[in-house]
C-alpha cells in the first residue's frame, strides 16, 4: 500500500512538472523563447494569484500524505520549502517561468546529431 501511495505521489510531480516540458518545446518549435514575454502588471497579479492558489493546495496534498503517513512530516517539510522556493523564484521572473533550462542534455544530445 505504501508503494502506491509513493508511486501515486511520484506520478503527481511527474506530470506537474510535464506541463512545462510541452511548453517550452512549443517554444522552441516557434523559434521564440518563453523569457522573451514581458507579462504586464495586471497579468503579474493575475498570475501570481493562481501560483499562489496552486501552491497552496498542492501544500494541503502534501499535508494529506503526511496525515495518512504516505510521507513522514520531514519529508513533507522539505516538499513545501521547495514549493515556496519555486514560487519566489516565479516571482523573482515576473511570472515568467524558465522551462529552457531543465532540457540542457536534450540539447546537447541534439547538437550531436
Known amino acids: 500500500m505504501k508503494k502506491l501511495w509513493i508511486s501515486l505521489v511520484t506520478a503527481f510531480f511527474i506530470g506537474f512538472t ?10 522552441a518549435e516557434e523559434g521564440e523563447g ?3 514575454v514581458e507579462l504586464t502588471e495586471e497579468q503579474k497579479n493575475e498570475m501570481a494569484e493562481l501560483q499562489r492558489n496552486v501552491i497552496d493546495q498542492h ?4 499535508d494529506k500524505y503526511v496525515e495518512f503517513g504516505v510521507i513522514d512530516e520531514e519529508k513533507g517539510e522539505k516538499i513545501k520549502t521547495h514549493l515556496e522556493e519555486n514560487y519566489k523564484m516565479l516571482e523573482e521572473n515576473d511570472f515568467v517561468p524558465n522551462w529552457d ?10 547538437e550531436d546529431e
Do not use: W
Not at 18 to 27: C, F, T
Open 101 to 110: 533550462h531543465r532540457h540542457q542534455k536534450d540539447k546537447d544530445k541534439q
Open 59 to 62: 501544500k494541503e496534498i502534501v
Open 18 to 27: 510535464s506541463l512545462g516540458l510541452v511548453a517550452s518545446h512549443v517554444d
Open 34 to 36: 518563453v523569457n522573451d
